[in-house]
């Protein structure tokens, strides 16, 4: 697929530069690099057309363990579009295009492709057309044995994804104040995962089922395809000092995967258990669906009251509505009780047929007023309601017994939720602002089953977050920003939501000398839930020194340093509870220069090396599986410029991937990249 869509990446570029090429064979001039004029005799070609292309070879040796490789980097041997970029100018008055663009990168099967077309003819129209990929790669070797004994590395997760992103937005000037816009929106993610699933049926009690579920996950092979589209119309108006915005549209979401045992008989990866040995799966197959479809209407406005009451607001509505489905069937054996001393062979199948709708009501609404030049008051409201209706019809079988769960259940969720917000601006100096401000925030959390509530999922609590932001230069050359938020839950909702949280961060920026700068962030973070004897403290570091010499000389290095420490008890729903322990330290150090010693040449250089130590244990669990690691990544560039002809230049990067702990991930990787960039 990647090829195809070089090939025809290749054709376009030739199609975007055949033009000139092509009056130039008949006897025509092209307009001249930078003028602005156009010629008396009309031109076939009336645009004033510039731009670069950058293309070349790549070649990737790789040592140790790819996939990880691919996971980290995933730049691959071969043909490359690295950069295109065209933009041309009407030369002549023409009534349909007086500008367009064409800007393209990472062509030809690297991890990040995108592309952008913008058409415009001023006063008449802009069309913005975007398109990108992403590629995820997650493979760790599933072969390793870890400390303690235990084959099998961390949660059996793997995937290989790609994930794509379209949009098309055209804007029509109607008139001076009135603008049509449509837009359209894609979104899609697809690829090929393994994903451990348990055992598991809706209403299966721990004595008898529950204990064989949770010591038996299995490694299930799960393609996804999930896809999203947007589509939405409206205008854009203003009236004095007033602007009006809305939307109407459609939009759906599909969500479709599969879940199959990828070998029969199989057996759970989860050999620390020894009755996993003879509890094998012959068939294990589970697939869910999900369409949903809404309406889409979108409200906004700013807009000034007097000269000093700035007003904004918006209302946003949507109603999603569709089917949700979910089939299972397993076939397997399972112990009879904890002493997994009796094995006995079982058939499950079930099945949920659900309908649902969830209408959305957003409503915002925000004022500014300023007191006096240096002295203005922000409050913001925002409430948001959502309801979410369930219809459920729930079928299944166990060993030929009909499920205690079946039949049809009605389930709702209510939630609700309430932010004000407000703030002070203060600016007693040009060079100097403060702003102290509140938030506070009201969540309603209702969840229904048959009409009855569940006290375990219903909740309502509120926050309050106080704050203050600063910004100080107190000199042309010296400047500092900061912030401090502390946040008070009155209730968590969930078992790991703390009670109070402190962030805080600073950035300092310092010019030592009309060509050297040096950059410093502060960032700070303090959780804390009583509960559960939950801790986390994260406290992070950032210098950044940077120099340049004319044209001829720049430079930049670097250090990161981030801590972080989480301590807490952990109530399991099917077992003991357990004490948790994370600590880890990351450093990156980076660096780099530029040189230019002459006219047509030129040296470049970047480095990161990163180095991430730290543990995490559970007591009572088995030794960590993770530990120090270490991340070099750096590449060298030397380009010459061919007068008239083009830049040839030469990449040589070089990274390795260390770890300590689970050594068969590391790798070793020399990628040389051959490139020639021509301006046109």
């Known amino acids: 697929m990647r090829k195809h869509a070089f090939f025809s990446i290749l054709i376009l570029l030739a199609a975007s530069l055949a033009a ?32 670069s292309v950058s293309f070349g070879y790549r070649f990737a040796d790789v040592t140790g363990y ?25 030369t002549t008055p023409n009534p349909y295009v007086d500008n367009f663009s064409l800007t393209m990168s990472g062509l030809g099967g690297d991890p990040y492709p995108v592309a952008q077309l913008t058409v415009s003819k001023n006063n008449l129209y802009e069309l913005h057309a975007n398109w990108s990929q992403s590629y995820f790669d997650y493979a760790p070797d599933q072969n390793v044995i870890l400390p303690g004994g235990v084959p099998g590395l961390t949660s059996e997760h793997s995937w290989s994804t790609v994930r794509k992103f379209g949009s098309f937005d055209f804007l029509l000037h109607a008139s001076k104040n009135l603008r049509f816009v449509f837009d359209y929106y894609h979104t899609s993610n697809s690829g090929a995962t393994f994903t451990p699933s348990a055992p598991d049926y809706l209403g299966a009690a721990f004595t008898s089922w529950g204990f064989y579920a949770e010591g038996s996950p299995f490694v299930l092979y799960a393609p996804l395809n999930d896809e999203a589209n947007r589509f939405t119309g409206g205008l854009d108006y203003n009236i004095h000092s007033w602007t009006l915005h809305y939307r109407i549209g459609y939009q759906a979401l599909t969500d479709d995967m599969t879940f199959n045992n990828p070998t029969s008989p199989q057996y759970s990866f989860e050999t620390g258990n020894a009755f996993t040995v003879n509890t094998p799966v012959s068939l294990y197959s589970m697939s869910q669906y999900r369409h949903l479809t809404t309406p889409i209407s979108e409200f906004s ?22 089917p949700a489905n979910m089939d299972e069937v397993i076939d397997g054996v399972r112990p009879t009780s904890r002493a997994a001393t009796i094995f006995v062979p079982y058939s499950l199948e079930q099945q949920v047929r659900a309908s649902v709708s969830e209408p959305y009501n957003i409503f915002a609404q925000g004022l500014t007023y300023k007191i006096n030049p240096w002295w203005a008051l922000n409050a913001d409201y925002r409430y948001s309601r959502s309801t979410e ?65 569940v006290p375990t999922q219903t909740l ?36 790991i939501t703390p009670h109070t949280d402190t962030t805080g961060n600073i950035m300092v920026r310092l010019k030592l000398a009309t060509n050297l700068s040096l950059d ?113 990544y750096a590449t060298a560039t030397g380009f010459y410029d061919f007068p008239k002809a083009g830049r040839l230049s030469v990449d040589l990067q070089r990274s390795y991937f260390i770890e300590q702990i689970v050594k068969a991930n590391n790798f070793g990787a020399k990628v040389l990249m051959i490139r020639w960039t021509k301006n046109f």
């Open 520 to 632: 410093d962030t502060v960032n700070t973070v303090s959780s804390r839930l009583r509960a559960s004897g939950f801790q986390e403290r994260v406290r992070s570091n950032s210098t950044l020194l940077n120099y340049a010499y004319k044209d001829r000389l720049t430079f930049f290095g670097g250090l990161s340093y981030d801590s972080v420490i989480a301590l807490g008890d952990i109530a399991f729903a099917r077992g003991p509870a357990e004490s948790l322990r994370d600590q880890e330290i990351d450093r990156v150090w980076q660096g780099g220069f530029q040189v230019n010693p002459g006219h047509h040449f030129g040296l470049r250089f970047t480095g990161n090396f990163d180095r991430s130590t730290g543990v995490g244990r559970i007591s009572g669990n088995r030794p960590p599986s993770y530990g120090p690691e270490t991340f070099p």
């Open 460 to 495: 309502r609590w509120n926050t309050v977050e106080p704050s203050l932001s600063a910004f100080w230069q107190p000199i042309s050359r010296l400047s500092l920003r900061g912030d401090i938020r502390t946040t008070d839950v009155g209730a968590s909702y969930t078992a």
């Open 66 to 90: 790819e996939p990880m490789y691919q996971e980290l980097l995933n730049l691959q041997t071969g043909p490359r579009l690295t950069d295109f970029n065209i933009f041309s100018q009407a």
């Open 389 to 453: 209706d369930n219809i459920g019809v729930f079928a299944g079988v166990l060993d030929g017994n009909l499920l205690a769960s079946n039949g049809t259940v009605p389930t709702m969720w209510r939630n609700g939720l309430s932010d004000l917000d407000f703030n002070m601006t203060f600016t007693p100096a040009p060079s100097l602002l403060f702003s102290p401000g509140i938030t506070w925030d009201n969540a309603n959390v209702e969840s229904l089953v048959s009409g009855a509530a």
């Open 20 to 51: 000139p090429v092509w009056l130039e064979a008949q006897g025509q001039d092209p307009p001249p690099s930078g003028s602005g004029t156009a010629s008396e005799t009309p031109s076939l070609w009336p645009f004033q057309t510039q731009g």
């Open 301 to 322: 406005y700013t807009g000034k009251l007097t000269s000093k009451l700035e007003l904004r607001g918006s209302y946003i509505f949507y109603d999603y509505s569709g």
